[in-house]
């Protein structure tokens, strides 16, 4: 059934010189005609060094609107355009301008999940693969971190000597992972490893035996001799593991799966008539660009000087 519109997309892509970049949430038959397909950091790294004219991002807006401000001479289209971030849009302009006065001369790190205007007026982004490297770079005593409490409570855990300020902002999906559900979830499968995304809480994050990106949390897959995982993030990545090893086995917490209902947006159906008639385009208006993208390449040159391990 799928079969003939992943033709038909495999025919526009080559016709109009398109590439189609995919996040590991988004609905897994979109891999079927993806070119890339991983984490935050992975995808805007292909977004800023591809050379096709147009970019169908197959994922939530901020992720197209950074590929727009990496390259923007290209097509920036986002198939689904109500596919939006519940955490991006927990801070705005204003209330980061707020956040900054409180704690003057303080370096500002900002989550890649926030708007072009968020990281016009920080410092440096991270993404969640990136994170802990990127607040090490900046050598500095204390920084602010926007929009996610939760990662920014891990990276000053994992550092142990850099106070990070957070701003109360969170993702409501990894956010609602309860450790009394972890527990009853390792009670039932005691053999498995648990992977969390570093979303979760810090209560939560203490259970697990590693916390990654969701790209880090396959390649733990991939590189591990284990053969059971309980797996703390969106379904996307479960349902991924499981196709790509299927010797293996895999839990959600309490075998209930996450959803992210805007990363569940896009259909091969989209992406089909987002090719054909490309839309929607996403802009970013130069100045903000100009600024966003400084906060955004100054993360990538500390990511090719310490690639993540993962
Ligand atoms: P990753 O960068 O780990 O893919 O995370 C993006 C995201 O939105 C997780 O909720
Ligand atoms: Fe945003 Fe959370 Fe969805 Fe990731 S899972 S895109 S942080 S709402």
Same mark, same amino acid.
């Given at each position: 059934?799928?079969?003939?519109?992943?033709?038909?997309? #495999?025919?526009?892509?080559?016709?109009? #010189?398109?590439?189609?970049?995919?996040?590991?949430?988004?609905?897994?038959?979109?891999?079927?005609?993806?070119?890339?397909?991983?984490?935050?950091?992975?995808?805007?790294?292909?977004?800023?060094?591809?050379?096709?004219?147009?970019?169908?991002?197959?994922?939530?807006?901020?992720?197209?609107?950074?590929?727009?401000?990496?390259?923007?001479?290209?097509?920036?289209?986002?198939?689904?355009?109500?596919?939006?971030?519940?955490?991006?849009?927990m801070i705005n302009l204003n209330q980061l301008r707020e956040f900054k006065s409180k704690h003057p001369d303080i370096p500002v790190v900002c989550y890649?999940?926030s708007t072009?205007e968020v990281k016009s007026e920080c410092d440096i982004c991270?993404?969640?693969?990136?994170?802990?490297?990127?607040?090490?770079?900046l050598?500095a005593?204390e920084v602010l971190f926007i929009p996610?409490?939760?990662?920014g409570?891990?990276?000053?855990?994992?550092?142990?000597?850099?106070k990070v300020v957070t701003y109360d902002g969170?993702?409501?999906?990894?956010?609602?992972?309860?450790?009394?559900?972890?527990?009853?979830?390792?009670?039932?499968?005691?053999?498995?490893?648990?992977?969390?995304?570093?979303?979760?809480?810090?209560?939560?994050?203490?259970?697990?035996?590693?916390?990654?990106?969701?790209?880090?949390?396959?390649?733990?897959?991939? #590189?591990?001799?284990?053969?059971?995982?309980?797996?703390?993030?969106?379904?996307?990545?479960?349902?991924?593991?499981?196709?790509?090893?299927?010797?293996?086995?895999?839990?959600?917490?309490?075998?209930?799966?996450?959803?992210?209902?805007?990363?569940?947006?896009?259909?091969?159906?989209?992406?089909?008539?987002?090719?054909?008639?490309?839309?929607?385009?996403?802009?970013?208006?130069?100045?903000?660009?100009?600024k966003?993208?400084?906060c955004?390449?100054?993360?990538?040159?500390?990511?090719?000087?310490?690639?993540?391990?993962?």
């Open positions: 059934m799928n079969s003939k519109i992943i033709e038909e997309i #495999n025919n526009l892509k080559k016709k109009k #010189n398109a590439v189609i970049l995919a996040h590991c949430y988004q609905n897994i038959e979109i891999d079927e005609v993806a070119d890339f397909v991983g984490d935050s950091l992975y995808l805007s790294q292909m977004a800023a060094k591809t050379e096709a004219d147009i970019i169908i991002f197959a994922g939530v807006y901020f992720m197209a609107q950074t590929a727009k401000i990496l390259n923007p001479s290209k097509k920036v289209i986002l198939p689904n355009k109500n596919a939006g971030c519940d955490m991006a849009d890649i999940n072009a991270c993404t969640s693969s990136n994170a802990v490297e990127i607040v090490k770079s050598n005593p996610d409490k939760n990662l409570r891990w990276v000053e855990k994992e550092l142990g000597n850099v969170c993702c409501p999906i990894h956010n609602d992972f309860k450790i009394k559900d972890l527990l009853a979830t390792k009670r039932e499968y005691p053999a498995a490893t648990v992977l969390a995304h570093p979303e979760c809480r810090e209560e939560f994050l203490s259970g697990a035996d590693f916390v990654g990106s969701t790209t880090g949390i396959m390649n733990y897959v991939k #590189n591990s001799s284990k053969k059971e995982f309980i797996i703390a993030t969106e379904k996307g990545v479960t349902e991924r593991l499981k196709r790509d090893y299927p010797h293996k086995q895999f839990h959600s917490i309490c075998n209930k799966p996450v959803v992210c209902p805007s990363m569940k947006l896009n259909s091969l159906e989209d992406i089909y008539n987002s090719l054909k008639n490309e839309t929607t385009e996403i802009e970013v208006n130069k100045e903000i660009s100009d966003a993208k400084k955004i390449n100054r993360m990538l040159e500390v990511s090719k000087k310490c690639p993540t391990k993962a």
